[in-house]
């Protein structure tokens, strides 16, 4: 089901009432951006320790934004069958009443999800606002100091209210008390809008909203007008307007609020962006982030990181994307015993079950919850645990997936994934390698990556003026190089050791040296003045 700013308020108590019947809840996020380009040394790197990498993904978070949320809400029924509601919200900033809202677009992304038929029209005119804490306090503030202000910046905004404003003054001159005039074809904000400026730059009308994206203007005597202001019947009341220009953070305080298992699939990108657009502005410390999120979601379940399990234990074929994880699990993959439960769309996402909509929200959220029950159960059946039921609950999948709550994968960097709830462990690789540089001057770290570009892919950082360490993290790419440069005239490659290679190492050693032949040469010396 998609969902725009124009239906949002009305379908939010339905999906309230589902999420809290919900066993859990997964989520999937589009953007208009990943990685900057435009920051100096912002690519991923295996060298990236994870706050290092927390930095780095930090500020293009705050470059890009949302265009498309995706939220599959999982309720189990009857038996062993699970119902899912799955949602694509199109989401915008909030324009109404705080500072304009900047935002960054990469041609890349914009081009990836054009090829996927992303709908940029819905973004950008039915687009859902949000807010996060400081943006709704500075709105909530000059909300009650009457020194809000639109940015509508946009000609097409400025015209329709430019429009309105005509249209009463013109109708106002030759009107009577208690007349009235309909306004037309106002969607999403400028509902609000057009209301807000009419009652500040006239006292003596009054304003309601009307279905059909109607607006009643009507002309009152100021003193009727000041009743009708205090009454419980006035659509512009503050606090409506906060709860209009919430928009989605409305859904997000749900989420957070019930704290049903939260699922997504490489999910570190969708964290900073939930923390960042809807909670507050993404800490400096990396740590803080992690207690944020922990205390926001205290479950939450990478398949990432579940489906890398599985392929350890089950024999689960390598994959590279979700929609591939989910087509080796429905290919008959589990074992003998209790069936998987059964997933059902409702009837309002069946187009799901007909055809694949891949890097849309909506279906990608669908694909990780489906993921997730099917991991799950294969685990199970495959656990020492021989009294599996014949129909196990949702809290015997949590039982089994126990090692990976709340570990998000991290990809290529110093730990295999994230523990949002302790202490990130380090990761595996492949042995460093030094490579020292002889009669070959001024050779750059890109360089470098260049020259053993056409055998396989290595990071590669500076150690000293004519040093390089490169890291891989497949074995193989190791032991090519190592082969294939064996007698290579410039470069000479081995395996790095950190007492041999370390510039700090070997500063200190040559310290210990000279504090050691001062010392013998300070006692010869002494010596031969006693004699």
Known sequence: MEVGAEGFAQRLPRIRRRILRAAFV????????????????????????????????????????????????????????????????????????????EFTLSASSIQFLSHYGFDYNKFFKDGIPYMNEVQEKI?????????????????????????????????????????????QDLNGYHMIEVQLVLRQALENVWTEPLEDKKVMVKKVSPEHRQLLENSSYDHCQKKLILLSARGFTNLFQILVKVKKPLVGHNMLMDLMH????????????????????????PVIIDTKTVTKSVQ???????????????????????????????????????????????HEAGYDAFLCGSVLLMSAHLLLCRSKDDAVEAEPSFSQYLTVLAE?????????????????????????HPPALVVHVRGWPGLTERQIYQEFKAHCRFD??????????????????????????RHHPHLQVSVYRHWRHSPSVNCLLQISGIVALWSLLAFVLGGARSC
């Open 404 to 428: 990976h709550v709340n570990k998000v994968n991290f990809i290529r960097g110093g730990v295999s994934s994230i523990n949002f709830s302790g202490e990130d462990s380090p990761c595996r």
């Open 26 to 101: 997964a989520l999937d996020m589009e953007f208009t951006g990943l990685h900057s380009t435009s920051l100096q040394n912002n690519e991923p790197s295996l060298f990236d320790s994870p706050a290092e990498r927390y930095m780095k993904a930090r500020q293009s978070v705050e470059r890009f934004t949302l265009v498309q949320l995706g939220l599959a809400i999982f309720s189990k029924e009857n038996s062993n069958k699970y119902v899912v509601h799955s949602y694509n919200f199109f989401l915008f900033p909030s324009t109404l009443g705080i500072r304009d809202v």
């Open 139 to 183: 709105l909530r503030q000059r909300l009650l100091a009457g020194t809000w202000k639109v940015c509508s910046t946009s000609n097409a905004d400025r015209d329709v209210l430019k429009k309105a404003i005509d249209e009463v003054t013109s109708w106002i001159a030759a009107a009577k008390e208690e007349d009235t005039m309909i306004l």
């Open 274 to 297: 939930l923390h960042d657009k809807f909670y507050r502005p993404l800490p400096e410390s990396y740590e803080e982030f992690k207690r944020n999120i922990h205390n926001l979601f």
């Open 312 to 358: 350890k234990k089950c024999l689960f074929p390598r994959v590279s994307s979700l929609l591939e994880a989910y087509a080796v699990l429905c290919s008959n993959l589990n074992p003998k015993g209790p069936p998987c439960p059964v997933i059902a769309l409702a009837s309002g996402c069946s187009r799901y079950a007909e055809k694949k909509f891949p």
């Open 460 to 485: 590669v950082r500076r150690l000293s003026k004519n040093q390089f360490i490169l890291l891989s993290n497949k074995y193989k790419h190791v032991r090519l190089v190592l082969r294939d440069y």
